[in-house]
């Protein structure tokens, strides 16, 4: 009898699981519908986003390599493709204009990023391992600094630097371009040393390393990802400059690439300088595009080390 009741039991839930089994697979297809969706959703957006980015890139490529008579034919690719824009500026009228303000712009950005770097290291360890009244407040105010207008500086700048001797010259702009590089490198590498282990520094003293031992043998090695993460995004910051550097020069002795687009000329009165303008912005815009190639593993090491707390 018993039997009997259990093989009922068993043949009235076989549909039921059936069903179960039935609707687990519609609901596992209709989950792999949704992800393929969503997949394809993020791809037509990653590709609309890059299409918007690179666009502009794109039609001053296009730009630097017409004629002077396509630039006004509004098409987008040259009729004839042209080097006469690079040859301006590399061999031609412009050549010291331009060669000139590249080397002003290499020099003063790796200057001001070196010091940034460098100082930066030595206030974010002291913040994020020392505990002293204020730290908190010296952290706001760097991010304050670095969202500060900077075309309300120039003003109190010019007159200032007129006056102590530094307008027009490489100190000039260095000390200048600290003020955007150093505030934002010292909130970037605070994040970075509060994920080292304060217990490797302790372990480095009681080997008998002093202080300053520990600091440079256990601890910045550990945070070089976020120290060469810092330094890239502190020479963009120097490089990309503009108002400093039409604002605080007056002449070729220290006039960076930026400013230096604003005082290209054509041929003629007659003839805009949007070729060779192009081709300036291309050729300046290539050391950016190879630091991000070359050492983008290490840029994305750095932003991960600092991303996450462990």
Avoid at 100 to 120: E, H, K, P, Q, Y
Wanted: with cysteine; net charge neutral.
């Amino acid at each position: 009898m018993s039997i009997d009741a259990s093989n009922d039991s068993r043949a009235s839930r076989a549909p039921h699981d059936e069903e179960l089994t039935e609707q687990e697979r519609e609901g596992q297809r209709k989950a792999r519908r949704a992800q393929r969706n969503t997949t394809l959703g993020w791809w037509v957006l990653t590709v609309v986003v890059a299409v918007w980015c690179l666009f502009p890139v794109a039609s001053i490529l296009a730009t630097s390599f017409k004629t002077p008579g396509d630039l006004s034919n509004g098409q987008f690719l040259p009729t004839e493709w042209s080097g006469v824009n690079y040859s301006e500026i590399l061999v031609g009228d412009s050549r010291e204009l331009f060669l000139t303000a590249l080397w002003n712009s290499i020099g003063i950005s790796v200057i001001a990023t070196a010091i940034a770097v460098v100082l930066a290291t030595l206030c974010a360890y002291a913040i994020a391992r020392l505990d002293f009244p204020g730290k908190r407040v010296v952290l706001t105010v760097s991010l304050m600094v670095s969202m500060f207008p900077v075309i309300s500086l120039v003003t109190p700048l010019f007159n200032m630097w007129r006056t102590l001797g530094l307008y027009d010259t490489w100190p000039g702009l260095i000390i200048p371009y600290l003020s955007l590089t150093l505030p934002i490198s010292i909130w970037t590498l605070t994040a970075f040393f509060q994920q080292i282990p304060w217990e490797l520094e302790q372990a480095a003293q009681v080997d008998g390393a002093t202080p300053l031992q520990a600091f440079r043998k256990a601890i910045v090695p550990l945070a070089l990802p976020g120290v060469f993460t810092t330094a890239i995004i502190a020479f963009f910051i120097a490089w990309n400059d503009f108002v400093y550097g039409i604002s605080l020069t007056s002449t070729e002795a220290a006039r960076p690439v930026p400013a230096a687009l604003a005082f290209f000329s054509g041929a003629s009165q007659f003839e805009s300088p949007t070729g060779a303008i192009s081709a300036a912005a291309i050729i300046v815009t290539i050391p950016i595009v190879l630091l991000v190639m070359f050492f983008q593993k290490q840029i994305v090491a750095g932003l991960t080390s600092g991303a996450v707390k462990g």
